[in-house]
């Protein structure tokens, strides 16, 4: 498996893959601190969503950042210093039952307040408020998932430019400046904003999706 960006979330998702098992290779253009989108990113990390799954995705995601079992430093990366959240009109029609999933989901200290709220005036308007939510640093967390990658036996390159990927029934080769890698599956978390690192190829499977590469 080749992850192509060292980002936080090609981060994280090569991390996860190789904590199950998956043998990975992280690809990466730029020197360790200079993941731009990662490193300007406001970090903010909370449970509550006015869509139900991304709440229970969210919810999730939040207990792997308060665990400090998940990071090799051994703290929690949250600065938990709470989110209040006040959904537009239409967006929640039950802050309360929002609320009530997140405390379901082990939030226990979530609630609904029309009132001031973690120092914030709320002029009667409902709003969520997790005391739990915060911020991390995403670059320090993208550096601990790729600590993660390596304690799991994967590999991290940076400096390669990718130039080319090629695809076909099974496989798929990745091209950059240096080295060519072989993979069966490619991940491509180049960010939202950056284009494909390569035109379709006979064979290849590239398609754009609102500005994202992706390919199968």
């Keep these: 498996m080749v992850v192509v960006g060292a980002g936080i979330v090609g981060a994280g998702t090569a991390a996860e893959l190789a904590r199950g098992g998956r043998r990975v290779v992280v690809l990466d253009r730029g020197h360790p601190t200079s993941r731009i989108a990662t490193t300007l990113s406001g970090g903010m990390v909370r449970a509550y969503d006015p869509d139900p799954k991304i709440r229970a995705w969210a919810a999730e995601s939040l207990h792997t950042y308060l665990d400090p079992?998940?990071?090799p430093s051994g703290e929690s990366e949250v600065r938990?210093?709470?989110?209040?959240?006040?959904?537009s009109t239409g967006d929640e029609p039950d802050p309360a039952?929002?609320?009530?999933?997140?405390?379901?989901?082990?939030?226990?200290?979530?609630?609904?307040r029309d009132s001031n709220a973690l120092g914030v005036a709320l002029a009667g308007a409902g709003a969520v408020v997790e005391p739990s939510a915060g911020y991390v640093?995403?670059?320090d967390v993208a550096a601990q998932w790729l600590t993660r990658v390596r304690e799991n036996g994967g590999e991290v390159h940076h400096g390669l430019?990718?130039?080319?990927?090629?695809?076909?029934p099974g496989a798929a080769t990745v091209r950059t400046d240096q080295v060519s890698v072989e993979a069966g599956n490619v991940v491509v978390a180049t960010g939202a904003w950056q284009p494909p690192p390569s035109s379709p190829k006979a064979g290849g499977c590239w398609s754009r999706d609102g500005g994202r590469g992706r390919s199968r």
């Design 69 to 71: 079992s998940r990071w």
């Design 80 to 87: 938990a210093v709470g989110s209040v959240t006040m959904p």
């Design 97 to 112: 039952a929002a609320a009530a999933d997140l405390v379901a989901a082990g939030f226990r200290d979530t609630h609904v």
């Design 137 to 139: 640093e995403p670059a």
């Design 161 to 168: 430019t990718v130039t080319e990927l090629l695809t076909g």
